[in-house]
């Protein structure tokens, strides 16, 4: 069984937000050699955020992320640098649940886009991590699991099985599963699981074509996932005829399956597939509302070729090709414009492509070299700056000392005095 140790360094955080032109770690990501020194800092002066950022970034590079944890949860846990550094070392932890969590807040609360972006992206990708990494508990739990009812409400829609010999319409047979889990999704007292936790499963217990159309396979799967019902089948045929074999088997008797029977011309393939839809919508006894009627019979796309690409880039997303993904998906919304999901789906992927290549041996020294030494660049004169460390109220001129004159004509300095006031813009390195 796969099991995934992550080992996630502040590089490979910052990798996810980018090279920044000010860069959320003050000073650069710092080595792990440095850790002694930082702690040292630290003790001095606690509760000092760049001390804090900086060695819980070292932290992470030593490969030491509960070290980090610790730190980044104590008085910085607010801060949004913090927290995304915080999310980073939960993932090393495989708490995968709380790194979303993470990442979630410092989307919903920082100022930086850059951090947003990062965020999103990130918790995606976690997402993934978390589905595989309960795949993957279910199926240590599967003795127990079987003792268990599965939720009746809860359908699981496996890929269907092509067995037809015109292999160009192969990926209607994934195509048809998601539009399946996206049409019984939508129809009130239906719980559909997502197919990609479906086809995790399948890939961790590497289920032959024969094995997923088999109801008893069907009902141990069914079991691991917590779904009551579950719908397989076999599709065959070519242009002249497709035939959609679907059954419905429950969960908790492998001799109870229900069928559906359909077959149509390629060309009408959408009709087909609403066909299969509202008869397993009717072989679970639920009464389908006009509303629920209209949205099962609107196809997310009206292009057969849009629709095959489309399958075909489920197919490499659910292989890990996100590249791959990302290219098919935007040649579905080239080839139909209307076809916003594919649209969708290929930012997605594009998404997943980059966080799949955040990884410590992927790093290069200009990542680095990309983040400042200091908040205002090496090239900002110290004395331009000074005035910024002065009290606060050495800065607003009183009552005793104030000149309207000067303010009205629009020459009002800071303090009784006329004053420059410089503007540093940090050139690009």
């Known amino acids: ?9 502040a590089l490979l955080l910052l990798l996810a ?9 003050p000073g650069g990501v710092p080595s792990p050699e440095e850790i002694p020194d930082l702690e040292q800092s630290l003790s001095e002066a606690p509760g000092e955020r760049t001390t804090i950022l900086r060695l819980g970034a070292a932290y992470l590079e030593g490969d030491r992320p509960a070290d980090a944890l610790a730190l980044l949860e104590g008085p910085s846990a607010d801060d949004d640098v913090a927290l995304f550094l915080k999310a980073g070392a939960l993932e090393a932890l495989e708490e995968w649940e709380r790194a979303r969590t993470a990442y979630d807040r410092v989307r919903a609360e920082s100022d930086r886009s850059d951090l947003v972006t990062a965020s999103t992206e990130r918790a995606a990708w976690v997402r993934r991590q978390q589905l595989r990494s309960d795949v993957a508990m279910s199926l240590d739990r599967e003795a127990e699991l079987a003792d268990q009812a599965p939720d009746g409400a809860s359908v699981a829609v496996f890929p269907f099985v092509w067995e037809g010999a015109e292999t160009e319409f192969t990926p209607l047979s994934r195509a ?3 539009m399946l889990v996206t049409d019984l999704g939508q129809v009130e007292g239906i719980q559909v699981l997502e197919r990609l936790r479906i086809q995790m499963l399948l890939d961790e217990i590497a289920l032959s074509d024969a094995d997923r159309v088999d109801p008893a396979t069907a009902v141990r799967s069914g079991r691991i996932l917590g779904a009551g019902r579950i719908v397989q089948g076999r599709m065959g045929g070519g242009e002249e005829l497709i035939s959609v074999l679907a059954g419905l088997v429950d969960a908790t008797d492998e001799t109870s399956v229900a069928e559906v029977d359909d077959g149509d011309a390629v060309a009408a393939f959408f009709d087909l597939q609403a066909r299969i839809a509202l008869g397993i919508l009717q072989e679970m006894g639920i009464q389908v509302s006009d509303e629920d009627r209209e949205r099962i019979l609107l196809p997310p796309t009206t292009s057969l070729e849009a629709l095959l690409l489309w399958g075909r880039a489920l197919e490499a997303q659910d292989d890990g090709d996100f590249a791959g993904a990302a290219a098919l998906f935007q040649a579905a919304a080239a080839e139909d414009p209307e076809f916003q999901d594919a649209a969708d789906r290929a930012v997605e992927s ?10 410590p041996r992927t790093f290069g020294s200009g990542v680095v070299g990309g983040l400042p030494d200091d908040p205002l660049g090496s090239r900002a004169d110290p004395d331009r700056v000074r005035i910024a460390y002065q009290p606060i109220e050495g800065l607003i001129p009183g009552p005793d000392v104030r000149d309207p004159g000067p303010e009205l004509l629009g020459n009002e300095g800071i303090g009784s005095g006329t004053t420059l006031l410089d503007i540093i813009l940090r050139l690009p390195r």
Do not use: D, K, Y
Request: proline fraction near 6%; hydrophobic fraction near 45%; glycine fraction near 6%.
């Open 17 to 25: 937000v980018g090279a920044c032109a000010t860069g959320p770690i």
């Open 350 to 359: 594009e998404q997943l492509e980059r966080q799949a290549a955040v990884n």
């Open 176 to 178: 048809l599963a998601e």
């Open 1 to 9: 069984m796969t099991r995934f140790l992550p080992r996630v360094s």
